[in-house]
């Protein structure tokens, strides 16, 4: 048993390095077809034919897009990511210095959201058809149909300007008590979770209500088992790995959504980072975002396909 289950977890990982080393050539390419030439950029519109020429052997720019593509991974798997070609920085201090904004925001938002997805998931499916189910139905459609950017515009406009009680951007540097952390935290974490947890809730609920349908409850409800105990006991620890894979497809939505958010209240984080350096066109930087945010999206989905083996004895056997 313990081999079989190392066998399919050693499986999921060797496809994630897989997958993120397909995903690599797509981001290279990508970039490397943007429009404009970076040692212009960086120059200038000023800047001489002969400084732009010299710039870009010193970046490497002149080599075979193959040449360059085996410098970047193979740095990138020793941990040299080279470095920023806007402010020349190295890019591994520069993605140190912003990745725990990052990942506080992201904690912050998965702490709050997870517990109140799951909760209205499992009263949705307990109740299905009735008031309750049609309601919280009702508000999450509504939730998932606004996107967050008109979240976060709206959560200015009333909590900043309006009734000023929030602060419009988020200075995590001003942070020296818990008072001010919840302040600065309030609207950004406040935009992320409306659409996480109406993703979550309604796919938690059709994952439990998959397994109340399932011959097993239906034989525990002919026994005069109470319908608590058929969710709890029964359906639930059934759905988990259903529900983990909603979890983490929910939360691979920060990689996105996490980017609105952080322009919007200029939160320092590293989708900021990355809208700044793609429009300094500062390729290493930009790759080096891309790859992080694909490789986190990546662990995520094993981490769920992990969770789903452990918590169903048949794909374990299988």
Not at 125 to 138: C, E, F, P, Q, V
Not at 149 to 159: K, Q, R, W, Y
Request: glycine letters at 6%; one cysteine or more.
């Amino acid at each position: 048993m313990r081999n079989t289950l190392f066998g399919l977890v050693a499986g999921r990982l060797g496809a994630s390095l897989l997958t993120l080393f397909l995903v690599s050539l797509v981001i290279f390419a990508i970039t490397s077809l943007l429009p404009g030439d970076t040692a212009q950029q960086i120059l200038g519109q000023f800047a001489t034919p002969e400084q732009v020429a010299a710039l870009r052997e010193q970046l490497g720019l002149n080599q075979p897009a193959i040449l360059r593509y085996w410098h970047w991974l193979s740095g990138f798997v020793t941990g040299d990511l080279g470095q920023s070609a806007s402010n020349g920085m190295a890019v591994a201090q520069l993605i140190n210095d912003r990745l725990p904004n990052s990942l506080i925001l992201a904690g912050i938002t998965t702490l709050v959201s997870v517990p109140i997805a799951i909760t209205m998931g499992v009263v949705a499916a307990m109740g299905r058809g009735g008031l309750i189910d049609r309601l919280l139905n009702l508000v999450t459609l509504s939730m998932v149909a606004v996107p967050e950017f008109l979240v976060a515009t709206l959560a200015v406009l009333i909590f900043a300007v309006k009734l000023n009680w929030l602060p419009a951007l988020s200075y995590v540097s001003t942070v020296d008590s818990l008072g001010d952390a919840m302040k600065i935290y309030a609207m950004p974490v406040l935009t992320l979770c409306c659409v996480l947890i109406a993703q979550m809730a309604r796919m938690t609920r059709a994952a439990l209500i998959d397994q109340l349908d399932s011959p097993y409850v239906e034989m525990a409800q002919l026994k005069g088992v109470p319908p608590i105990r058929r969710v709890m006991r029964h359906a639930l620890p059934n759905a988990v790995g259903p529900i983990a894979n909603a979890v983490a497809l929910s939360l691979s939505y920060l990689l996105g959504g996490v980017i609105i958010v952080e322009t919007i209240f200029n939160y320092p984080g590293i989708a900021s980072l990355m809208v700044d350096a793609v429009s300094n066109r500062d390729l290493s930087l930009v790759q080096a975002c891309a790859m992080l945010f694909c490789g986190t999206y990546l662990v995520l989905v094993m981490l769920a396909d992990i969770c789903a083996i452990l918590s169903n004895p048949r794909l374990r056997n299988r």
